[in-house]
């Protein structure tokens, strides 16, 4: 298979305005024939006018752009149906060059750079953008030098093409590009937000901050002001005897990371780390939504080393602390769902490795508990109830195991010994010998011929730059890429509205009159997904069903929203108009959950 395959190979590219969470909305439109050389080029009106683009999208031809979401956002907003075959160029060079790093980046520019092909100037490129991004009319000159603009990337696609064409696999290619089709429909549906409630955020933010750090801080001390004293953090871990990590330099480690990973053992600790993150990162200007109140940005697909989509942190709703996913709100009459893989890397681990021990822990719906009676930690009769202790630390050493943890960091992650990590890693071997066996060939594989690969071929070059327990995890990560990229093109085609891939789940919209049923179509989907890439091994997945006037939220963030509701219904008595007339009760978090499985 190949381009001979297709009688017409169109390359396309468009320019367009995308102001901050709002859809794309058309500027214009080169389209070249591979072969022929016909050239279309045309205008806004002319392509908001018609009902199908001006050539041939059919099975028998192939549509190629680069970053095709884009292109084909254009497409949902000129209203016309998605090409039968699409390559993207950018999924390609991604997946040819992931782990090697070019030194001109992942874009358009960089990959002609990588080829030794003449390309654009940047500033060039810039400002033609900038034209572009400018609300009309445009002049005559400023369209023909737009349309100049939109044919040199035309242009470079048909210098780009013949280079790539050789090691394009166009089965799986064409997989890839049939995601960017599900991504533009997911970057075109958006997640709804509380306007009211992010605006009210947004005026009052500087005084919301101040007393964030007096209510939460009164249960730490650690805080002087705006300020984080170290030394008082270091007597309050003493007080409650924490063993918190330590840099090689003997100072406490205070990123991130560190408190996200010691507030899952020490949840007394993640009022203070949703505070830090809070006050350090979040951005509540950045987050980007649109006139329509739905929250917008970039997927960022393919971007990640193992293939997972990579948007923005600051401008994805999913992506700062938490607690702000008490904005994602359904409007009236609708209800969105949450569907999440259960324990999906654990599932894609026993099903590749074919451990029919580890098969059989996923499958009794538990693996964590089982895992544990599997090892005769605890009795057959033991339940989450009994054995809450032990199921915890199994589960802690399982996710360890995934993530290439050492005894040392998983004694951290337990609050426990090093002995006692030494001694539950020594049960995960013994347990489960066929799955660390097909792990380490993974990785001798990787180092012994330079590459890794999942089942649908995204690939990731070795270098002296790679980490082994990196490579360890990569089956689990780029298949469980694989896994939800499979499940977003099966959704989206049946017509369900999936607002944003999270990691390994689908966040969808629909009517509350017919939300279960969506779900089920959705959970369907899903299971297919995991059966196509585990060879016939099925997932189960979970549900979270908010419906209107409700909103979805995630319980990890529900104290923090509730006292930053509550600071901002306080404002709300000295100054009214902070609410905008909402009435404070529709603030208040309501979740519905339940759980389904196919």
């Given amino acids: 298979m190949g381009l001979d395959q297709y009688s017409q190979i169109w390359l396309v590219d468009f320019e367009f305005r995308a102001p901050e969470g709002d859809r794309p909305q058309p500027v214009c439109m080169v389209a070249r024939e591979y072969r022929t050389g016909q050239t279309i080029r045309w205008w806004s009106d002319e392509i908001m006018s018609s009902d199908r683009p001006p050539f041939d999208i059919g099975q028998n031809s192939l549509f190629v752009a680069y970053y095709a979401s884009a292109e084909l956002g254009c497409f949902l907003a000129a209203g016309w149906p998605c090409p039968e075959n699409v390559l993207d160029l950018f999924t390609e060079f991604r997946c040819r060059t992931n782990g090697l790093y070019p030194q001109g980046g992942a874009g358009l520019v960089g990959a002609l750079q990588y080829f030794g092909l003449p390309s654009i100037e940047t500033a060039q490129k810039e400002s033609m953008r900038e034209l572009a991004m400018r609300s009309g009319p445009h002049s005559p000159v400023e369209r023909h030098q737009l349309l100049d603009y939109c044919e040199s990337d035309v242009a470079a696609l048909a210098k780009l093409l013949p280079q790539m064409e050789r090691d394009v696999d166009f089965p799986r290619a064409l997989l890839r590009g049939r995601y960017m089709k599900a991504a533009a429909r997911m970057e075109w549906n958006g997640v709804p937000l509380d306007s009211h409630t992010l605006a009210a955020l947004r005026d009052n933010w500087q ?266 995890n990569f089956p689990m990560q780029a298949n469980g890429a694989e896994m939800l990229r499979l499940a977003c093109c099966y959704a989206t085609e049946r017509g369900i509205q999936v607002c944003a891939p999270v990691h390994d789940a689908l966040l969808i919209e629909g009517p509350t009159a017919s939300i279960e049923k969506v779900v089920r179509e959705t959970q369907a989907a899903m299971s297919q997904a995991s059966r196509d890439v585990l060879d016939g091994f099925e997932l189960r997945s979970d549900v979270e069903i908010v419906s209107s006037p409700n909103r979805y939220m995630d319980p990890r963030g529900s104290e923090m929203w509730k006292t930053v509701l509550s600071i901002l219904t306080n404002l709300s008595s000295a100054n009214p108009r902070i609410w905008a007339g909402l009435p404070p009760r529709r603030c208040v978090p309501v979740l519905s959950i339940i759980n389904l499985f196919i």
């Fill in 207 to 472: 005084d919301i901050q101040e007393q964030l750090i007096e209510q939460v801080d009164a249960g730490f001390g650690v805080y002087e002001g705006r300020t984080f004293k170290h030394d008082k953090f270091a007597e309050w871990l003493q007080q409650n005897h924490i063993p918190w990590p330590r840099l090689d330099s003997g100072k406490l480690a205070l990123d991130d990371r560190t408190f996200r990973d010691m507030a899952k053992c020490y949840p007394q600790v993640s009022p203070l780390r949703e505070l830090r993150h809070t006050l350090g990162e979040l951005r509540l200007e950045k987050l980007s939504v649109g006139t329509d109140a739905r929250n917008r940005c970039l997927i960022s697909a393919f971007r990640s080393t193992t293939s997972r989509n990579q948007p923005s942190n600051s401008r994805f709703i999913f992506g700062p602390s938490c607690w702000l996913r008490g904005l994602i709100k359904p409007a009236e009459g609708q209800s969105m769902a949450y569907i999440d893989w259960s324990q999906q890397e654990f599932g894609i681990a026993a099903a590749l490795s074919g451990d029919q021990k580890m098969q059989a822990a996923y499958l009794s719906g538990d693996p964590y508990l089982t895992f544990a009676k599997q090892a005769g930690a605890v009795p057959e009769g033991a339940t989450k109830q009994s054995h809450p202790r032990q199921r915890e630390q199994f589960k802690t050493c399982v996710l360890a195991v995934q993530y290439g943890m050492g005894e040392y960091s998983l004694a951290q992650k337990l609050g426990d010994s090093p002995a006692r990590a030494r001694e539950l890693l020594k049960l995960h071997r013994q347990t489960y010998p066929v799955y660390w066996q097909w792990s380490q060939a993974a990785v001798d594989h990787a180092m012994l011929h330079g590459q890794l690969h999942s089942v649908f071929g995204w690939q990731i070059h070795v270098t002296d730059r790679s980490n082994p327990r990196s490579l360890a």
